[in-house]
């Protein structure tokens, strides 16, 4: 299975959820799902949906400041049909791009556990099964990085984590790595605007190469 809107797999993730949503009515509160083209050629990891972002509004790194950098990039390299994502109905496109989560489900304080993310990356594990085109995995930060290394079976510590580092898979995709594009983040500078575009121009021309 690609992904299940009824996961209730975790029960402290399922339980937490329940609780959200009986604070928060209009929020989407439940796993959510990836979102872009079907089949791409780049496929985005991140962690997991933020509390007021993908929680809220249903679609990966949408709706929170973790958003902005990713989409104003995604457009500015032709893999978005418009700089912002504001809601899951907005009429935004993914281009040859995919976004999804190691952690489909909002974890409390955004910190989801290893058993976690382990019995969610069967979900990432089916996605790359089943794409034809794909050719680039990013990972942004650690935790999405160790998810990608899992769904290969692959040892974390023969591909080691480091922003801009590039690392050749099984079957011949190549993961890149960078510093997830949080608040905490781009504000401290740990990634700047300049660092993450060079990624994604790298990403760029190796695709059109």
Same mark, same amino acid.
């Given at each position: ?5 009824n ?22 509160a439940r796993?959510?799902p990836?979102? +872009? #083209?079907?089949?791409?050629? $780049? =496929?985005?990891?991140? %962690? ?5 972002g993908?929680?809220? /509004?249903?679609?990966?790194?949408? +709706? #929170?400041?973790?958003?902005? $950098? =990713?989409?104003?990039? %995604? ?8 700089? /912002? ?5 907005d ?7 995919r ?19 382990k019995?969610?990356?069967?979900y ?50 190549t ?17 700047t ?5 060079a990624v994604?121009?790298d990403?760029?021309?190796k695709?059109?190469?």
């Open positions: 299975m690609l992904f299940d809107l996961c209730r797999r975790c029960s402290r993730l399922a339980t937490f959820l329940d609780a959200v949503k009986v604070e928060n009515p209009t929020y989407f796993p959510v990836p979102f +872009g #083209d079907e089949n791409p050629q $780049l =496929l985005i990891v991140g %962690l997991a949906p933020g509390m007021h993908a929680n809220r /509004t249903g679609r990966p790194f949408t +709706g #929170d400041h973790a958003g902005i $950098l =990713l989409y104003d990039t %995604l457009y500015r390299y032709g893999f978005s049909s418009a700089p /912002t994502s504001v809601d899951a109905n009429g935004l496109r993914l281009i040859d791009c976004i999804t989560n190691a952690v489909k489900c909002l974890p409390p304080e955004n910190k989801p556990e290893t058993e976690e993310i019995l969610c990356n069967s990432l594990s089916n996605e790359f099964k089943t794409f034809s085109k794909l050719k680039i995995v990013l990972a942004l930060g650690n935790v999405a990085h160790a998810a990608v290394l899992k769904a290969f079976d692959v040892k974390v510590k023969d591909y080691p984590f480091g922003h801009a580092k590039t690392h050749l898979l099984p079957g011949g995709l993961l890149y790595d960078s510093y997830h594009c949080s608040r905490y983040n781009t504000q401290t500078r740990r990634l605007t300049e660092m993450f575009h994604f121009a990403i760029r021309e695709l059109a190469a």
